[in-house]
């Protein structure tokens, strides 16, 4: 079985971003890179994206266990 493809509004559901957002970390290297999928088409893996918002929960709860007293 092969890796499903995302496109943008699947991506901009899943993370909350907006495209430039998503542009400008992909860009830095922070979010992930998105696949070429025709002259005019662009797709992201549907595990990298997961990955990236449970990463991106991960940071908020230790940001919040940070801010505790």
């Not at 070429?36 to 662009?42: C, K, P, R």
């Amino acid at each position: 079985m092969s890796e499903q493809l995302l496109r943008w509004p699947a991506v901009k559901q899943a993370c909350g971003i907006s495209r430039p957002t998503a542009w400008r970390l992909e860009q830095q290297g922070r979010f992930p890179r998105r696949r070429q999928l025709s002259a005019n088409a662009v797709g992201w893996l549907r595990s990298e994206i997961e990955s990236w918002v449970l990463g991106r929960s991960q940071i908020g709860r230790v940001a919040t266990q940070e801010n505790r007293p």
